[in-house]
């Protein structure tokens, strides 16, 4: 999913050093799955997404609309917030869970730290969860 931009940005390399370490073994932005997720776990049926807030709209923190140009930035983020309920549906159909790791889970003050959020990763793959939100403290 284009969220964050880039592919390799730091939260999602804390996410895939952690679980990998734990043993378990993903395949990165597979093509064939839709919304091209960050992680997917096939032998789970699971995918994971790391979101930045800022992108996707996030009720936290880390999401201010932009003081300049607000109306380009609504549309820019408002194509993004639709196209994740086109993603989700997609994958709910596909039959795919679906676990979403929030930049805010991972950074600035309400961060969890990134042990907290591997354990709640490692703990839901696989079990049988269709969608999970893992964020930062409210
Ligand atoms: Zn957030």
Redesign the pocket.
């Known amino acids: 999913m284009a969220g964050i931009r880039g592919k390799d940005t730091k939260p999602e390399l804390i996410i895939r050093r952690g679980l990998h370490a734990l043993g378990f073994r993903y395949r990165l932005h597979a093509r064939d799955v839709p919304g091209k997720p960050d992680l997917v776990f096939p032998r789970f049926q699971a995918v994971i997404m790391v979101n930045g807030?800022f992108w996707h709209r996030?009720d936290?923190h880390?999401?201010r609309m932009p003081s300049t140009r607000p109306e380009f930035w609504s549309a820019k983020i408002g194509r993004n917030v639709e196209r994740d309920s086109l993603v989700q549906r997609q994958l709910a159909e596909a039959g795919w869970r679906k676990l979403v790791v929030?930049?805010?889970a991972l950074k600035g003050r309400t961060a969890l730290g990134p042990e907290t959020v591997v354990t709640k990763i490692a703990q839901w793959l696989p079990g049988t969860e269709a969608a999970c939100e893992i964020?930062?403290t409210i």
């Open positions: 807030c996030h936290c880390l999401f929030w930049e805010c964020r930062g």
